[in-house]
C-alpha cells in the first residue's frame, strides 16, 4: 500500500495489475486533468457500460454533495463509478452508506483511526479524508442510472485555506502518526483495492439489501448515541440525539424536545460537535 519512492503519481497499467474484479473498473478512463468526474460520467452515460471507472489526477470544478465544491489538488483520488441498479431512485443512498464501508474496509492496511459519519464522509481524528456523492442520471428512455462519485485525500499535502482545519490525508494522517516524513501512498494500489471492495459490497447489496451490512454499518457510525447538530435542506438547524440508524439507511433521530424522527441523508448535513 505504500510507494518506496516521492513521485506518487499513478498510471493505468499500475491499477490493472492490481485489479482483481468482473465488472468495476474493466473499463478504467484516466484524465490529467477535467472540471469533474462526476460531470464527465453524467454526460456520457449512455455510451458507457455500467462499471466504467473515471479518474481524474486533477479536477478543477470538483463538487461534492449539497452543492459545496471539492478541492482537486494533487495527491487526491477523483473517481466517479457508472452503475446501473435496476431499482436507482430508491437505491441511491444506501450504495452511499455500502460505499463508505467498502473503502473503510480498503483503508484497514493503514493502521488509522478511521471513522464514518453518517451519512458517507470518512475521518481521521475527525478530519475528512473521504466524501462520497451519488448522483441519479435520467437518460432518455425513461432509464435512471447512477454515477458514484468519490474523492479520496492520499497523498495530499495541502488544502485550500478555507478547509484546511476539517481536512486530511492519508499521508498527513500516517506522517503524523509515525512521526516520520515522506511517506507515500500506493495510488494505483488503492484504487484497484477500491473497485474490488465496491465490486463485492454493490452485487451484495443488489442480492442481499442493505440489512446485510447494517450491523457492520452501526460499528462503525461514529454517530450513534451522540448529540448532533443537523441543518435541514431549508437551512433551519435542529440539534438531538442520534438514536440508531434505521433498516433503510436513515437514521433514528431525537429533537431536543424529545420528538423522534427519521431523517433521510438527502435532506442533511451533520455537525459532530455541539
Ligand atoms: C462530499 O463529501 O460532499 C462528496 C464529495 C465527492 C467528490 C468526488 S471527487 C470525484 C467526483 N467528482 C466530483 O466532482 N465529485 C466527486
Redesign the pocket.
Known amino acids: 500500500m505504500y510507494k518506496n519512492s516521492d513521485n506518487y503519481d499513478y498510471e493505468k497499467k499500475d491499477i490493472d495489475i492490481n485489479l482483481s474484479t468482473k465488472i468495476i473498473g474493466k473499463n478504467i478512463i484516466i484524465f490529467d486533468e477535467i472540471d469533474?468526474?462526476?460531470?464527465f460520467l453524467k454526460e456520457n452515460s449512455k455510451e458507457i457500460d455500467e462499471g466504467t471507472v473515471v479518474l481524474a489526477k486533477r479536477?478543477t470544478n470538483?463538487?461534492?454533495?449539497r452543492g459545496?465544491s471539492?478541492a482537486g489538488t494533487e495527491g487526491g483520488v477523483?473517481?466517479?463509478i457508472l452503475l446501473k441498479p435496476d431499482k436507482v431512485i430508491n437505491d441511491s443512498a444506501r450504495i452511499s452508506l455500502v460505499t463508505a464501508l467498502s473503502i473503510k474496509k480498503t483503508l484497514i492496511e493503514t493502521e488509522l483511526p478511521i471513522e464514518i459519519k453518517w451519512p458517507n464522509?470518512l475521518l481521521i481524528n475527525g478530519k475528512k479524508i473521504c466524501?462520497?456523492?451519488t448522483e441519479i442520471v435520467n437518460l432518455d428512455e425513461g432509464e435512471d442510472v447512477l454515477v458514484l462519485?468519490?474523492?479520496l485525500n492520499v497523498n495530499n499535502t495541502h488544502f485550500p485555506l478555507e478547509i484546511s482545519k476539517i481536512a486530511t490525508s492519508l499521508k498527513i494522517e500516517k506522517e503524523k502518526k509515525e512521526n516520520f516524513e515522506n511517506i507515500n501512498f500506493d495510488t494505483a494500489k488503492i484504487i484497484a483495492s477500491i473497485c474490488k471492495n465496491i465490486e463485492i459490497a454493490y452485487y451484495t447489496y443488489l442480492s442481499d439489501g442493505f440489512s446485510f451490512f447494517l450491523e457492520e454499518y452501526r460499528k462503525n457510525c461514529i454517530n450513534i448515541g451522540k448529540k448532533v447538530k443537523i441543518l435541514c435542506a431549508d437551512k433551519n438547524f435542529e440539534q438531538g440525539t442520534v438514536l440508531d440508524i434505521n433498516k433503510d439507511g436513515s437514521i433514528l433521530f431525537e429533537d431536543e424536545f424529545g420528538k423522534i424522527k427519521n431523517i433521510f441523508s438527502g435532506e442533511i448535513s451533520i455537525k459532530v460537535d455541539i
Request: cysteine-free.
Open positions: 469533474s468526474t462526476n460531470k479536477q470538483g463538487y461534492g454533495r459545496n471539492w477523483f473517481l466517479s464522509d466524501g462520497i456523492l462519485g468519490i474523492g
